[in-house]
T-cell receptor
Framework: EAQVTQNPRYLITVTGKKLTVTCSQN?????MSWYRQDPGLGLRQIYY???????DKGDVPEGYKVSRKEKRNFPLILESPSPNQTSLYFC???????????FGNGTRLTVT | AQKVTQAQTEISVVEKEDVTLDCVYE???????LFWYKQPPSGELVFLIR??????QNEISGRYSWNFQKSTSSFNFTITASQVVDSAVYFC???????????FGKGTSLLVTP
């Protein structure tokens, strides 16, 4: 089944404790992206990747890192999480940048 | 910079009413792509439609229709004879051909009551 898989679905952590949210797609998509969703702010792009080893900042990249060492994986790294990074995170992929996005089921992160 | 505005934060209708969700966009590019996504209460994001900037034909899919007007930079979404299952947050999004970022509007929350 074609899908984007994010893990974990729920995560509660403390300020400053490094964490990684994994994202994997099995559709051989070139484009992958991370978004955060906050009430009243909609979906805001954190980082995106056009292909392996090619990443770029979205609208809200501060406090996040990404890497794209393999085509299928695009992990989101929070080196030192802070409470303002409490949010619902979505990973997405598409065949190319102009194609419709396929979204993962989301990761709800709480930083205390 | 490109921008998507969904001025309607929340809309509430009674079942069987028609409802239009507005989307206004800004871009300097002549080639771009517009999208609509649906987020039901279960939380997943579902693709509804993509429209290219060079294709201004309106589209109808069952009870859903989309009106793309370049002259007013709008890409509005109409649900005819709304149903309770249409209750969701709907997002409009824009990607220009000169960059790779995909920008979403803030979403419109639609509540359809019986």
């Amino acid at each position: 089944e074609a899908q984007v898989t994010q893990n974990p679905r729920y995560l509660i952590t403390v300020t400053g404790k490094k964490l990684t949210v994994t994202c994997s797609q099995n559709m051989n998509h070139e484009y992958m992206s991370w978004y955060r969703q906050d009430p009243g702010l909609g979906l805001r792009q954190i980082y995106y990747s056009m292909n392996v080893e090619v990443t770029d900042k979205g609208d809200v990249p501060e406090g996040y890192k990404v890497s794209r060492k393999e085509k299928r994986n695009f992990p989101l790294i929070l080196e030192s999480p802070s409470p303002n990074q409490t949010s619902l995170y979505f990973c997405a992929s598409s065949l190319v940048g102009s194609s419709p996005l396929h979204f993962g089921n989301g990761t709800r992160l709480t930083v205390t | 910079a490109q921008k998507v505005t969904q001025a309607q934060t929340e809309i509430s209708v009674v079942e069987k009413e028609d409802v239009t969700l507005d989307c206004v966009y800004e871009t300097r590019d002549t080639t771009y792509y517009l999208f609509w996504y649906k987020q039901p209460p279960s939380g997943e994001l579902v693709f509804l439609i993509r429209r290219n900037s060079f294709d201004e034909q309106n589209e109808i899919s069952g009870r859903y229709s989309w009106n793309f007007q370049k002259s007013t930079s709008s890409f509005n979404f109409t649900i005819t004879a709304s149903q309770v299952v249409d209750s969701a947050v709907y997002f409009c999004a824009l990607r220009s051909n000169s960059g790779y970022a995909l920008n979403f509007g803030k979403g419109t929350s639609l509540l359809v009551t019986p």
